[in-house]
């Protein structure tokens, strides 16, 4: 009972000690975001929305933004010079140029403004093309540690030695799907996985295979990766698995990154908060160009 009666005077203690306490958070003012990835020979496009506070509502799934932006003026300069003006797809909730295509080896400027906004803006600068020299895909060339068969994807490229390059290397199926687990030995592909204890920490995604020229800068590279067998075989209706090589400018390989980070955060309750790279001025998201090559697997 003595027991009871100290317990019961220590829970009246705590509770009294409770008080409410409102937190006046100052109102942002409201910035435009983007998202933008264009290769060359392509006419590039955004997706535009705009920041929300820490007190609205959250997006709901399967329906249209409620924060897109549709009265926008978009800009796109090409080295300095006015190329073109975004025009707003309604069906494709997309800004689309109609005029400039991207061109390797130029430098993009994305101008971006709204009624309620401050004006944004983002620049690009779109690597030379790199080709691939020679690509091999061989059929059950090993068995990984549970004994299982993987097929290997063996690609090759010269890289320039006169500059500091990033390359993204995609690998798709004849869906046009991406691979959840990539497997390579090559020490200077970024190890982007996915940092779960029940996910196995050698799975690369087919989309972010990442690497930059430190360690090869000049010279022949040679990249080998491995999938798990029948993963990449052609698909009557559909096609051929295929590879691209992306020549990419330092933001998007950061960007990418940061992209990895902050998906690892999102799913881990004791991670500290990680902000998205971005490289727009006076604004969020990402504006980026860059030059591809691509080959099919046989």
């Not at 500059?163 to 869906?175: K, Q």
């Amino acid at each position: 009972m003595k027991q009871l009666l100290i317990i019961t005077l220590i829970s009246f203690m705590l509770a009294a000690c409770e008080r409410e306490t409102h937190i006046n958070i100052p109102p942002q003012p409201p910035k435009l975001a983007t998202e933008s990835f264009s290769g060359q020979n392509v006419f590039p496009e955004a997706y535009l929305t705009r920041t929300r506070g820490v007190t609205d509502p959250l997006p709901i799934s399967g329906q249209t933004d409620i924060y897109l932006v549709r009265n926008a003026t978009v800009l796109l300069y090409e080295n300095d010079i006015l190329k073109d003006t975004l025009k707003y797809n309604a069906g494709q909730q997309r800004y689309k140029a109609a005029i400039a295509k991207i061109q390797a080896g130029k430098t993009y400027k994305l101008v971006l403004s709204a009624p309620g906004f401050p004006t944004a803006e983002a620049v690009s600068v779109t690597p030379l093309l790199v080709p691939i020299n020679n690509m091999t895909f061989t059929r059950n060339a090993r068995n990984d540690i549970d004994g299982n068969p993987q097929d290997e994807v063996k690609l090759s490229f010269t890289d320039n030695g006169s500059t500091e390059d990033y390359y993204l290397v995609r690998i798709y199926n004849a869906y046009h799907d991406i691979l959840y687990c990539v497997n390579t030995n090559d020490k200077d592909v970024e190890k982007l996985v996915y940092e779960d204890p029940f996910y196995p920490d050698d799975c690369l995604q087919s989309n972010r295979l990442l690497l930059s020229d430190k360690n090869f800068n000049g010279t022949n590279k040679t990249l080998i990766f491995y999938t798990e067998a029948g993963e990449l075989e052609p698909t009557p209706g559909y096609g051929k698995a295929w590879v691209e090589l992306l020549h990419v400018n330092k933001e998007y390989y950061t960007y990418i990154k940061s992209l990895n980070t902050r998906e690892n955060a999102d799913d881990n309750p004791f991670a500290e908060p990680v902000n998205l790279y971005t490289n727009v001025k006076n604004g969020y998201g990402m504006f980026t160009t860059y030059a591809m090559a691509v080959d099919s697997l046989q």
